[in-house]
């Protein structure tokens, strides 16, 4: 243990009592030790009295719990450091330094003051240091008695001592005597001798009852102050163990500074980063404030602003609000616009369309009747024996070579009819041959009216979608032997027992109840619903060119618009009709109603086939001069009803 150490150990928690100074008292009163001075107890002993008065060090270890018993201090008067058990050591002195275990400590038990057979014990565990000289250890469960003088009932220390004098005392009288008496025996008489024998036996003898009445009090003396020292030893005794429990609570109350003290610095680095962390807050505080303040200064900026866009919003919403309503207007007008060109042109159109000779034809000679050199202005002309015989006139004329693309340019114009709430009636009549299918179907690489006309349908529902929403659904039948039936219906072949359909006619037009409606979205829902209707008429019979040629075949496109500014609905429908052979037909049944219909006269240039042609071009002339009454927009009633309740 280093000099400096020993300042770690508070002077006001020390007792003086040196390792040296109890060994010292425990050779000097151990009855068992040869060399015990029976005497030598004397409470005046300057090592015995500083452990009377209470000046032994118990020291308490900053570095260890338990409390240190150790060589007296500077504070101490006649003490220095260098009593210190380490420094004794050091000194090979037989100092050493001793610590009292917190849990062995020292109890009442351990501590006893006693008679001669009991011995007053005071138990140091934990030794670690050597007291004797050849540095031997010494066990950590090695005891240091403090052995008081051995002592009877009736006699102290004291008693021993006093008896012990008087009995030498009385040997020294005798010898003397014994002397003295040989002397006389030389040169006086025995007679004279005897008397100075008893004088002096008398003398000796009151010397002696004196001596015994002063042995006697120094006896009562002595055990009056050896119960006065039992006293002050158990007293002594009681203030070390209070010393010690002291000690005791004063090393736990160490502890517990000692673990104050760590948790106080944690908290002092703890605040010492929220310090540093409130410093940068308080930065970032005021930059925020500085930036608040710029704000504020573009506050009146932004809300004046704000006021300036609210007032042109507003005009803009009052100048939207007036183009919807124009827009909506100018709409209404350019469909009625429309419509009334379409009025003009006729509610009933025909197109004449013939078909080119064919392979076989060719092969065979054939010759073609017919001249268009003036098609382009709707003319044709029928040639007898290579001279006109006829001139037809009609809406358009397309000879052999006009492709199918052509042929729906002028058909567009239906199809935006239809979207706009106008029942539309396309069909073909002709010859059986003449190109009828050809011209309403096609084929993959040349699509038909059909196709190109619900393909143009699906366009403009795009470009009014922000405007418009339509709903397309399609039903496909087929007229056969004055029997309809319905095409999107599997199994339903002809001949076969099944639900019959019927036509009937209602406020909203020809309506067929039951028959299957196939909604579509677009192109490809088409082009299925349309092959789907396609096959079933030809694998229903078993000659194909027969059956077509017998019967109608009906497409009925059904589309219900909404306009999104106005709320109006529309129901319409677009009939697309190829009808059977022209042979087949009553020409008498033939009947058009209130919607635009166009016609496809369809014709061959054959001259073997002239007569059947004239008879098409004459049909097809008298249904172009039919005068069929303006054609009415069809509002949906049900939708109108429900508007008219709301308002
Ligand atoms: N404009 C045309 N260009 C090329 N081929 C044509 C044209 N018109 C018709 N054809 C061909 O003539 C044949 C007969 O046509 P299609 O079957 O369309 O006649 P149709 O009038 O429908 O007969 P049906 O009354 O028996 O049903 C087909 O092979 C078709 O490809």
Same mark, same amino acid.
């Given at each position: ?53 209470? *000046? ?60 001669? =057979? ?10 670690? &240091? ?66 100075? /024998? ?13 001596? *015994? ?7 009562? @003396?002595?055990? &009056? ?46 605040? %010492? ?79 004449? *369309?013939? %078909? ?87 084929? $993959? ?32 039948? @087929? ?19 099944? #639900? ?5 006619? !209602? ?11 196939? =909604? ?16 079933? %008429? ?26 999104? /500014?106005?709320?109006? =609905? ?25 919607? #635009? ?6 014709? !061959? ?22 005068? /069929?009454?303006?054609?009415? #927009?069809?509002?949906?009633?049900? $939708?109108?009803? #429900? ?5």
């Amino acid at each position: 243990m280093e000099d400096n150490e020993w300042n770690h150990y508070d002077p006001l928690l020390l007792t003086d009592v040196s390792f040296q100074q109890q060994q010292t008292i425990s050779t000097r009163l151990s009855p068992e030790n040869e060399s015990f001075e029976r005497n030598s107890l004397q409470f005046d002993d300057p090592i015995v009295k500083n452990l009377v008065d209470g *000046r032994s060090i118990l020291g308490y270890s900053m570095n260890s719990p338990d409390l240190v018993i150790c060589g007296g201090s500077p504070d101490i008067a006649g003490m220095t450091y260098c009593d210190s058990p380490e420094i004794s050591k050091s000194k090979n002195c037989f100092n050493a330094s001793m610590e009292l275990s917190l849990e062995n400590g020292i109890n009442a038990s351990e501590v006893e003051v006693c008679n001669v =057979h009991k011995t007053p014990t005071v138990k140091f565990s934990n030794l670690c &240091q050597t007291i004797e000289p050849e540095e031997e250890l010494i066990s950590p469960e090695a005891s240091f008695e403090l052995h008081p003088p051995p002592i009877t009932n009736d006699e102290s220390p004291r008693d021993y001592s006093l008896r012990d004098n008087e009995m030498l005392e009385d040997a020294r009288v005798s010898q003397e005597a014994e002397l003295e008496c040989s002397e006389d025996v030389e040169d006086i008489g025995v007679e004279e001798k005897f008397l100075k /024998l008893k004088r002096d036996f008398e003398c000796q003898r009151k010397e002696l009852a004196v001596t *015994r009445r002063e042995l006697g009090e120094l006896k009562r @003396e002595n055990q &009056q102050k050896s119960s006065e020292c039992q006293e002050a030893l158990k007293s002594l005794k009681e203030l070390q163990n209070e010393l010690m429990r002291k000690s005791m609570h004063v090393g736990s109350l160490a502890f517990a500074i000692e673990g104050q003290v760590k948790e106080k610095s944690k908290w002092f680095i703890s605040l %010492r980063d929220l310090t540093r962390k409130l410093k940068i807050m308080k930065m970032e505080h005021m930059k925020l404030l500085e930036e608040a303040e710029a704000y504020k200064k573009y506050e009146a900026d932004i809300s004046e602003l704000g006021l300036i866009i609210k007032s042109k919003m507003n005009e803009q919403l009052a100048s939207h609000e007036d183009l919807k309503s124009k827009y909506i207007e100018g709409a209404k007008v350019q469909k009625e616009l429309y419509n009334k060109v379409l009025e003009l042109r006729g509610n009933i159109r025909v197109f004449c *369309r013939c %078909r080119p000779l064919n392979a076989e034809e060719i092969k065979g000679g054939a010759a073609m009747a017919l001249d268009f050199d003036s098609a382009r202005e709707g003319e044709l002309t029928v040639m007898s024996n290579g001279s006109p015989k006829k001139t037809f006139k009609f809406d358009a004329v397309f000879g052999p070579q006009v492709e199918q693309a052509d042929i729906f340019e002028d058909t567009v114009p239906f199809a935006t009819s239809v979207l706009d709430g106008y029942n539309v009636c396309i069909f073909a009549y002709g010859q059986t041959g003449t190109g009828k299918t050809f011209t309403m179907e096609g084929t $993959e690489d040349a699509r038909g009216v059909n196709f190109r006309t619900l393909e143009k349908m699906f366009d403009i529902i795009k470009e009014r979608q922000s405007l418009n929403r339509y709903d397309i659904s399609v039903s496909v039948l @087929e007229v056969y032997n004055e029997q309809i039936r319905d095409l999107l219906v599997s199994g339903n072949h002809p001949g076969m027992s099944g #639900k019959r359909l019927e036509i009937r006619q !209602s406020g909203e037009g020809m309506h067929i109840p039951g028959l299957v409606e196939a =909604h579509v979205n677009n192109m490809n829902e088409v082009w299925e619903v349309l092959q789907t209707g396609s096959n079933a %008429r030809a694998v229903s019979s078993t000659n194909a060119n027969e059956h077509s040629s017998r019967s109608h075949c009906i497409h009925c496109v059904m589309v219900k618009g909404e306009n999104l /500014l106005n709320g109006e =609905h529309t129901r319409s429908k677009l009939w697309l009709v190829d009808l059977a052979g022209s042979e087949r037909v009553a020409k008498t049944e033939v009947q058009g109603g209130d919607s #635009k219909t166009l016609m496809f006269v369809q014709i !061959s240039p054959n001259e073997n086939d002239l007569g059947e042609t004239i008879c098409s071009l004459n049909f097809a002339s008298r249904v172009r001069g039919i005068e /069929l009454g303006p054609p009415k #927009k069809q509002w949906d009633t049900i $939708e109108l009803l #429900k508007h008219k309740q709301m308002v």
